[in-house]
Structures are given as structure tokens and as C-alpha cells.
């Protein structure tokens, strides 16, 4: 049974607290053994990441074998069957829509001064996208990843995804395909992340590494951080409903069973203004686990991390959501916008109940890469934005330099910065000279 | 000497390689010591940071004395001469100006599948701004940080300044002053992060941590990454000036040194397409050199880490600049506009002779926070966006989840997330019973 959690009952916020606070994920410490393999790669190239490979995915290649080649992949997602091609095309096609608006623009403008100013936006030259092997091998989060990177501009796009024993995702394959993506490589876990950050003989380095992992690959991350750039490190989804009575029970259940259903250690949070409501979701929730494929994962998570919290009003609500800053938000209400205008921390919002929050792993538009472990307090989903970077640009007409020039030789000097201020008291001479322009 | 490369030697590319891999930094490992002060802060609170500053600043304090009254901030800011205040606020107002323009819009349309999608920007809640203190305590930095943090929208702005032996600096409590910085706390090193990130008794937590430091406010600020955000971690002050022959020697041997100056581990290149005029420059250097108050720091940056690039032509210029993706790039050129569009990499771009690099450091509005150590690759300098986050909107029609949702139901399957799939076809079965809506 999931926490229910009423703000009328004195050990509310006790109860609050606690499921704030309570720590979802063990991750093992890897960090040595990763340290090891990243190691490895920048001493050794190919050699290493073939050994780690043959170790790790059973899989004995050459160098020469570690990059599918476009035939290969061409022959793997030929096997992946027509309707999930269609539906794979219509989401990209959608994400692509959507990310095309995030494009930010240049600005140039002249201020009062005479001072030029303002900034350029250029893609990262190349990006690498881990895919995981396995149950997690997910064709959508290629999408999510790729279509980004290349609406943003990014020249060189590389995947790696294990494929142990030499099993391939005919679907991933496909994704890639239809995103654009430039290479794939057959290598997985921190080795790949190594490659990509470092380069070996056969993978050039990249300079954005974006994508999800186990825990080898989110430590492996982590230590490359900075030779390259990451996105975040993502925890366990995350779930939270606001819904008024006014709504089918075993709609919400399947919502929040769709976040259980990733991992035992996810989350689903209800809250609503009626606790006989919020006792029929929790039965249908039990009526759907009975039958469920993954009800074994989704159980353990609803079972361990699962809430129900009852509130008063929605404003209630509301100020709880922002203290949860959710990961996905789904507001079941009948004035969602309106209650969506109070809840300034979440990774997404999902508007009125024909919107479950299915429709955002896959087809509305929006990405699926989130904010979670209430980070949505200071981060945003994955936009063109993680693959684009700005320069800041100035120039100074000497009559400009001439009327805030002083301002930075008075500060240069402040701060004992003598050289700062001298460069522009020499360019001032001049101007004073009469001989600038 | 520095450096001296010319593109027609054969020799170039291996020390144009030597040059971009030296390591400029040897941070010490700190990463235990800070990792305890962490444990102690999250453990006893206020009676740690002020046990904490005794030690390392040699200064007693009893919790309720750890803030600045405003009182007290208003007499030290009062100290400041009135040219340094005017200079402060110029700055403060064009930095302003300039950062104003950075806020992003929020998006909302509707698409022809009926489905309602955009996204909206709302400031985080709390940051808290480490300045130094000591030599490297600049009030410029302060604005760098706390205007556009302000410029964003966020509603509490802590600021936490060592003061070791109790010395203030009053230029960073004016500029403080100045930003509408709501608390600044006497507080230092991987004590103040760490109370910064999660809170004391008298010291509420933030959500996003900012601002340059030492070695173990930069370890801290890794540490506490995931339960708060952080900006960047700074490297050693880069620049790259690009220079035909006709400037001044002596306006590009102060740009060099206003970097030199900084840091021992400071490095300035200068690329030229004429090897006499290159010449000319490094004899314009020792000769500032000679009487530069910081010599002794900016000599060794400049011998250790200096180069001068002769190359045959700008864009060989470009190429090059582009491998090295400088924090600082100077473009003292005939047509610094043409140059700069070849420029993809780099944080900041100063654009023809009149635009020393120390502009930009304090008055010409841009932000100085900048990317080093080749990051300017895949990352930006400081902005509005460091202190906003983005929450994705969709809402569906049930017509639009008629169009999209078999898609996304299709998907689902293929990944085997059944209860992602249900959550849609129990809306699509109401909708074809024709009583959705």
C-alpha cells in the first residue's frame, strides 16, 4: 500500500517530510572500477575498448568492426514492422516541430554609447548519444536525443549502444536512422562513454556526451565531465497528479502505473481534494497491477514510494507540487491552466486528462529527458539549447571606449589589476591625442 | 620567452599540440578535507560554520552574527569613494542593459493536429553567489553573478564572503548593495557551499549555487552538484588575441598582460600573420613588464604559458582559434566581423582595436564569466538561462489524442511499457464511444 497523507491530519507534515526526503536510489559505487576502464581507453584505444567489449557484451570484434556500416544498420531496421516505422516517423517528425521552435536567435543592437553589442549562437561541432542495451534500449529516447542535436545543427552525431552477444534493437537502429544520426558504434557501458570523450583510433571524440546509463556509464560521466559536456545525470522517473473527483479513477491509475512501471524505484504521487476519490484510484490501481506485464516492478515501486496526499484546496496543492518540483506533472482539473500558473517547479507539464503523460515519452512534441530527484527547482528538460552555445560579442567604437572607458580603468584599479586598466588608458591617450577612429 | 610557432615551420602541428595539451593547473586533492567540512555543516549546523570560521579565517562569531545587518553592509559600502560608486553603478546599469535582453520568451500554439504545446520560464527560487575573499574578492564579479540573477527574477539572492581576520572588502558589499542582493553572510570555503546547499539554522538553503573560488570551494560546488545547481567550475583566464600588423604593439601587449596578471596558470596567445610585427609585440611585453605592478605573476603566465602563432593568413587564424576555443578572443583585424564568423568556438569575441579585452571585464555589459580550458566547445558563459528553467506545456484535445495517440500506443509496446500504452487506449475507447470531450 502506498503513503496516504492528509494536510488536515497534525502528522501531515512529518509524513510530508519524509517522503520528500526518502533516498529512492542505491546506486553501487563504481567509481574505482570506472576510473580503471576510463584509464584503459586513453592508454590503449581500440585494443581496450575491444577487450572491455569481449568482457562486458560477450562479444569478440575487431577495431574494424566496432562501427556498424550503413548497410548493416539499413539491414536492421528493415526488420522493425510497418506500423512501428509510421509511428517512429510521426514522432520524430513531432519532436522535430517542437524543437525547431527552442532555436534561439542572434541578437546585435548599438547602445546609447555607441557601443555594439551582442551574442551568436553555434551548434557543438560533435555529440555522442549513449542508447542502453537491453530492457532500457529505448528507440523513443534516441528520437528525444538526436532530433535535438540535429535541429541544433550538430555536424557529427555518434551513438554507441552495447548489443551483448550480438543481440541488436532492430528499432534503435531505425530511430538513428530516421534522426539523422552520423555513426554507430557497437560499444556500451564506460568504455563508450571513454571513447567518445577521448577518442580512440577508430572513434573520433566528441565534445557532448547526452544520454541515459547505468550506473558505470553515470559515473563514467561524471569523470569526463568537463573534457566534454554532459547533460544530467538522471535518477528514477517521477509522477505527480493533481486531480479534482471529477475524474475516471482508472485513467489516473494507469498514469501513475506508468511511471511505476520504469522501475522499482520511481514514483507516483496523487493528489486530490477527496480522500473516497483518492480510495478509488488506489483500488484501481490494485484492479490494473493484477493483470499488468510489469506489475512485479510497478508493485514494488507503488508499493514503496507510491502517495496519496488529500488537500484541502487546490492552492494547497499547488504549493505542494512546488516543494515536490516533479518531474512530469499531470493537472487533472477542470481549470488546468490556471492551476498550472502556480506550479513554477516541474519538468513538464501535462494539461487537463486527455493529456496522459504517455503522450509525452513518445508523440506530443516535448522531450522526454526531465529533470528529476526535485532538480526541476534549478534544471530543464534536454532542448536544442544542451547543444548549441552562445559567444558574447562586443565592439567599441573609440567614442564609446572614450565614455565608458574610464568606468573600467577607475574598477581595473579597485581590484589592483593594473594591466586591465593600462590597456585601455593607452587606447584613451590616443583617443585623447586626437587620432582615434 | 613565451612560445614561438610559425604554421611554415614543419615542426608546427607537434608544438601547436604540446601547446593546447599543457596543463596549466595542479589543483591539490581536496576532495577528502572538503568532503568532511560537508558532513560536519549537514550535521551540527550553525555550530560547524562558525567552529569552521574560527579555524580557517581566525574569527570568532556566534551564529546570529554570521549575516551582515543591512546596517552594517550600508557602512561598509559607504566607504567606498565615490568614483569607485560611480564606476560600480555605470557598470551594474550596463551589465543590466545587457542581460535584460537575454530573457527568453515564453511559447504557446496550437498545431494541426488540434494538440495545445509550448513551454514557459520561471526563475529559481534561491541562489546563493561564493565571492572570494582576499586578493582575488572583486566586486565586479558580483555584478557578473548577481545581476543577471536578479535581471531573472529570483526572489532570494545570498551572497557568502569569507572575511578572514574580519576584514571586509567595502566594494563587495556595495556592489551587493547595488544588485539587490537580499542577505550576505561572512562565510567562507567549502563551509559556506555547504551551508548554501543545505541550510542551517540561520542560513536558508538555495537552489542554485554560483560564483568563482578555490580549490576547495570548487570541490564543494562538485559535491553538492545534484542537490543544488551549479554553474561552471573555472579554470585559469585564457585569452587569444588575433592581430594583423597594423596595431599598436603596445595596445596587444597589455591586452596579453591583463590576462597574465591574473594567475600564474594564466595564458595569452597572440596569432599574427606577419612574424616581425609578432616580435615587435613580445618586445612591447617585456618592456611593460619591466614596471607592471604585478609582474612577478604575469611574467611567469606569460614565460610558462605565452605563444606567439605566425600563420600565413586569417583563416588559417581561424582554424586555429578554433582548435584552441579561447575564453577571450580579441580580433584586432581590418574586418573583425568577417573573422569573427569563422570563430565558431570561443565565450567571448571582442571586435576590432578598440575593444580591450578589460571592457568586457567590467563596462561593456556582456558577462565576464566565460568558459576555459578549451570548454567554450560545448558550454556559454554566464546568463539569464543559468538562473531560469524551462517547463515543457502540452494539452490534448480529445481530437488530438485521437490523431497522435495510436502512435504513441504502438511505441509503447515495442518498448514493452504496457501501462504506458493503456493510459492511452483507455482514453482513445471513451473517445470512439463517442463520449469524450
Known sequence: MPVFLDTSDAGFEHGFATLLSAKREDSPDVDDVVAGIIAEVRARGDAAVCDLTGRFDRLSLTPSELRFSPEEIAAHAARVPEAERVALEQAAQRIRAYHVRQMPEDAWWTDPEGAGLGWRWTPVSAAGLYVPGGLASYPSSVLMNAVPAKVAGVE???????????????????????????????????????????????????????????AFVAAAKRRVFGKVGIDMIAGPSEILVIADSDNDPDWLALDLLSQAEHDESAQSILICDDAEFGRRVVEAVEARLETLERRAIAGASWRDFGAVIVVRDLEEAAALSNRIAPEHLELCVADPEALAAQCVHAGAIFLGAWTPEAIGDYVGGPNHVLPTARSARFSSGLSVLDFLKRTTLARMSPEALGAIGPAAEVLARSESLEAHGLSVTARLQRLNRGTGG
Open 156 to 214: 557529427r552525431l555518434a551513438i554507441c549502444v552495447p548489443t551483448p552477444d550480438g543481440v541488436v534493437n532492430p528499432a534503435v537502429m531505425l530511430a538513428a536512422q530516421i534522426a539523422g544520426v552520423d555513426e554507430v558504434y557497437r560499444v556500451g557501458g564506460a568504455q563508450a562513454i571513454a571513447a567518445l570523450a577521448y577518442g580512440t583510433e577508430s572513434i573520433a571524440p566528441v565534445d557532448k556526451i547526452t544520454g541515459p546509463g547505468n
